[in-house]
């Protein structure tokens, strides 16, 4: 059974659609690239998965579940989380509080023992701790554990962006530009990192890239999508190639 | 006390309101910012009417105009001295925090030169009125201009905010500052007359209260500016339109229910309408809603 | 910043961890160290009677406006909402818990009575808080502060018109006058309208308002410290991102909320309990409180519950000790403000100052 299935999936935008007959299927373990150029859609999907946006068709199944129509909120708790294209870090929070925060959902006590620090609170919060800094050191980011989000360099809020969507304990990642804004080192370093944790966290990744060297580099499938429409889909090197993706996508040259 | 008499004086409170809420809305909309200290240029307008006309002997009409002068002055000034520096400030609570200094300010600069007591404000408008009805229902002169003047400023400013070139600037300032920078618009110039504009109605709206309600204290002003406030946001905030309805929605709730139900409640059940329009429409009457891009 | 970089990367995460912990905890020392003592200073100063009455009167609501500053700033500084009706719960703790104390006021001795005052006047407040935050925390930015303002406006309003009575056939409540209540001969009439609660007994007092000021520290410093907390500062930083790591917006929000109404009902039972006759005029519960309470957290600094504490005290006293002035004590007290804020907020000026401060350190590290 395939990880996530989407069905027919459409939405409008007044006379607009901005997602037509959208159609996806990705296995478990897999990285999966969805690639298009500017204005394809390609953000609404990620808004359609997670339930930023409600489909006015179509069905989004998540490990065989039905999750079309759940809230953002939800959605996370079913097993997806993301990162967003212009970085949504807790600005005000340091880098750790960041990560904590998502890890909330796991790691529970009462108000009271919140208000009076007694009870449960001590132990479940150095294991959330504990559990905090080894999810940064995987992204060399636990020496910056007490840095407030905002003042990390650009490349690291990327990474923390998503070391903090890792927290919550996904089995679906989606990841939206992560290498935008970031050098060809940098990019190297990230493509690195997030083949460690498919294999490491045994997770299924999908990805928006433009970075075509970052897609083809660690894609194993594509989605191309044009127009709001899947223009094509397949194994990455079979649809680098297909000619009608080089003419819509690369332009006519 | 009949219907349609609670029901006319309603409408001039309203009017009265819907005034205030005209400036209101255009500072708020066009600057974003809360000037807490609007209602305080309705006090110092009234002030000067009072000082003008009651103590020197003048005019009414010299008065007023003087008074319109002065307070256009006196917001051009604040806004200038006080709000233009805090405008990119890193919390948009600053330039709202200096505003309630402002309000501050004014309010006891006017008991230190007027002192605490309450003046009787001599009406501006001398005509006494019409009775309709065989005597049935008494509209007062006072009571015909605030409904006809504000009906008439309403159109003005229509006129001018989608009609003229600074009106046009205007609006492109609320939506986006710096694309209206980018366009050439002069964004400060653009805000002065914004600030020019509603202080110049807080004066009427000041002449008018005062004629209608003839005490003068230090903090006449704190409440209809609240009040106004309150109506604007009621008809949603930025929208000329809807601060006239908003504002005679708010007049005629207060004066009915201070009529017909308590004049202890009736504060509270204008409140209470501002709360139910906001649960239904969270941006008031004829105010639009702009979702956060994800 | 390549320099932060370089010593941040030498130190070991872990100790990372605890020097941040240690500051933490430096800070809260600080923090409480402050109140202690000063309170002891005053607490002398009143024993040995060198304190004037009049100030001595100015103790009491001195804390609870500390208490009421703290309780704001839970909502503006950590959950981000900025809320201009803090003066209504704080009306609500003061007449529910008078209201407990004047009925049990000859059938309990004052400790145990003062107390459950105290809890019930917090618990009403948070309920209150519940109900209004249902609603308001729908609306965003400035048209939750003008809805906060109305619901504080009716508070006041519905507390002044509210007459209340107890006979030998039980409660009775009317919201037109005295005579509506129908009250039996045996009867008391609990809740005058606009004349409100006399005779409360006078059970708290300086110590007590201590007390209950280091416990809404001790209480909103925690729930900073917390699980929930972060949960409601993310949603304040980015509300969107809160919610797609599985964070529950409108629970958090009310959760705050609700905490934010409890603590400034606390402030309300010591305002109560220090006043013969409790009405709910605009001088004590009107929006000019919510403001004037507003300007002390924006001023001790959003989110600094020390500086909202320092704020409210220093500001409370500051117009009342420039008496001397008197005519002019608010118009210093306004131009002070204003230029407090230019000076502090100003873009241009804080660039300045930075410049200033710079210059100051690296010629004082050139000297070394």
């Not at chain 3, 529910?96 to 009575?113: G, H, T, Y």
């Not at chain 3, 907390?229 to 993310?234: D, F, I, L, N, Y």
């Not at chain 3, 964070?247 to 109404?261: G, Q």
Request: charged letters at 15%.
């Amino acid at each position: 059974m395939a990880l996530l299935e989407v069905n027919n999936l459409c939405i409008q935008f007044g006379g607009l659609r901005a997602v037509d007959d959208f159609n996806l299927t990705i296995e478990k373990g897999e990285l999966y690239g969805l690639i298009g150029p500017n204005g394809a859609g390609k953000t609404t999907v990620f808004n359609l998965l997670t339930g930023v946006y409600r489909p006015n068709e179509g069905i989004i199944r998540l490990d065989g579940e039905d999750i079309t129509g759940h809230r953002t909120t939800e959605i996370n708790r079913d097993g997806i989380a993301r990162t967003f294209q212009n970085i949504r870090l807790f600005a005000d929070m340091p880098v750790i509080d960041n990560v904590r925060a998502a890890l909330g959902g796991q790691y529970h006590y009462s108000l009271f023992e919140s208000l009076f620090h007694v009870g449960k609170y001590k132990a479940t919060e150095q294991a959330m701790t504990e559990r905090a800094m080894s999810l940064l050191a995987v992204f060399h980011l636990d020496q910056y554990a007490e840095v407030m989000a905002s003042n990390l360099p650009y490349g690291q809020q990327r990474k923390l962006e998503i070391a903090r969507a890792m927290a919550t304990n996904p089995k679906l990642l989606l990841l939206d530009e992560p290498a935008a804004g970031m050098n060809p080192n940098e990019t190297a370093e990230l493509m690195d990192t997030i083949e460690l944790i498919r294999d490491k966290f045994d997770i299924t990744i999908l990805l928006i890239e433009h970075d075509m060297k970052l897609v083809s580099g660690i894609c194993e499938k594509l989605t191309v999508l044009n127009f709001g429409r899947v223009l094509a889909q397949g194994e990455t090197k079979a649809v680098l190639s297909d000619p009608e993706v080089v003419k819509a996508y690369l332009g006519e040259s | 006390m009949s219907f349609l008499t609670s029901f006319v004086n309603g409408l001039s409170l309203g009017s009265i309101y819907a005034i205030i809420a005209l400036g209101y809305t255009m500072v708020y909309g066009i600057a974003k910012m809360l000037n807490f200290a609007h209602g305080d240029f309705i006090m110092v307008g009234s002030y000067i009417i009072f000082t003008f006309v009651s103590t020197l002997g003048l005019h009414p009409a010299v008065g007023v105009l003087v008074s319109i002068v002065l307070c256009t002055l006196l917001g051009v000034g604040t806004e200038r001295i006080a709000y233009r520096p805090l405008r990119q400030a890193a919390s948009p609570l600053a330039v709202l925090i200096t505003a309630i200094g402002v309000s501050y300010l004014l309010e006891n600069l006017a008991l230190l030169i007027f002192g605490a007591d309450t003046k009787s404000f001599t009406s501006i408008i001398p005509w006494s009125g019409i009775t309709l009805a065989g005597g049935a229902l008494r509209i007062q002169g006072v009571t015909i201009v605030t409904i006809a003047l504000s009906v008439a400023i309403l159109i003005a400013l229509q006129f001018f905010v989608h009609r003229t070139k600074s009106g046009q600037a205007m609006l492109a300032v609320a939506q986006d500052k710096g694309a209206a920078t980018l366009m050439g618009i002069d964004v400060n110039k653009t805000i002065s007359l914004t600030f020019a504009i509603g202080s110049a109605l807080a004066a009427v709206a000041g002449a008018l209260l005062c004629s209608a309600y003839p005490s003068l204290t230090p903090y006449t002003g704190a409440m209809p500016g609240i009040k106004a406030f309150v109506a604007a946001v009621l008809g949603g905030i930025g929208s000329i339109p809807g601060a006239m309805i908003g504002g005679l929605v708010l007049g005629i709730v207060e004066i009915l229910s201070r009529t017909y139900i308590s004049s202890q409640l009736s504060d509270a059940i204008v409140f209470g309408i501002l709360v139910v329009v906001l649960l239904v429409k969270p941006t008031g009457l004829l105010g639009k809603i702009t979702q956060e891009k994800v | 910043m390549s320099n932060t970089n370089q010593t941040a990367a030498s130190a070991a995460p872990a100790s990372i961890l605890k020097a941040a912990e240690g500051k933490r905890r430096r800070n809260d020392l600080i923090t409480f160290g402050i109140v202690i003592v000063v309170y002891a200073i005053l607490e002398i100063l009143m024993k040995t009677g060198l304190l004037s009455s009049h100030l001595k009167g100015l103790l009491v609501p001195m804390a609870y406006y500390a208490v009421v500053a703290v309780a704001l700033n839970l909502c503006v500084g950590i959950l981000g909402e900025l809320s201009l009706g803090h003066a209504g719960f704080m009306c609500i703790g003061a007449f529910s818990s008078a209201l407990f104390s004047q009925i049990f006021q000859n059938s309990m001795p004052a400790a145990p009575r003062f107390f459950l005052a105290f809890v019930i006047g917090v618990a009403v407040s948070a309920l209150f808080g519940f109900l209004i935050g249902i609603p308001v925390l729908r609306l965003n930015g400035d048209y939750l502060a003008i809805v906060t303002l109305a619901f504080g406006e009716i508070i006041k309003n519905i507390l002044n018109a509210l007459y209340l009575g107890l006979d030998s056939r039980g409660f009775h409540a009317s919201l037109q006058n005295v005579m509506a209540l129908g009250l039996e001969p045996d009867g008391t009439v609990l809740v005058n309208g606009a004349m409100g609660i006399t005779g409360t007994p006078h059970d708290s007092n300086f110590t007590i308002a201590i007390i209950v000021l280091l416990l809404s520290l001790l209480v909103v410093r925690n729930f900073i410290g917390s699980g929930q907390g972060r949960a409601v500062m993310s949603i304040r930083d980015n509300r969107i991102a809160a919610e797609s790591i599985g964070i529950n917006i409108t629970k958090f929000k009310m959760t705050a909320f609700t905490i934010s109404a409890a603590i400034a009902g606390a402030a309300g039972v010591l305002f109560s309990h220090n006043i013969s006759t409790l009405q709910a005029s605009s001088q004590y519960f009107g929006y000019n409180v919510s403001i004037m309470i507003l300007v002390y957290v924006v001023l001790g600094g959003i989110g600094s519950i020390r500086g909202s504490v320092i704020a409210a005290s220093v500001l409370y006293l500051l117009p009342e000790l420039l008496r001397g002035l008197n005519k002019y004590r608010m118009l210093i007290y306004s131009i002070v403000l204003i230029v407090v804020m230019l000076i502090n907020w100003a873009p241009k000026a804080v660039a300045k100052r930075d410049e200033l401060l710079a210059g100051f350190r690296s010629g004082r590290k050139r000297k070394v």
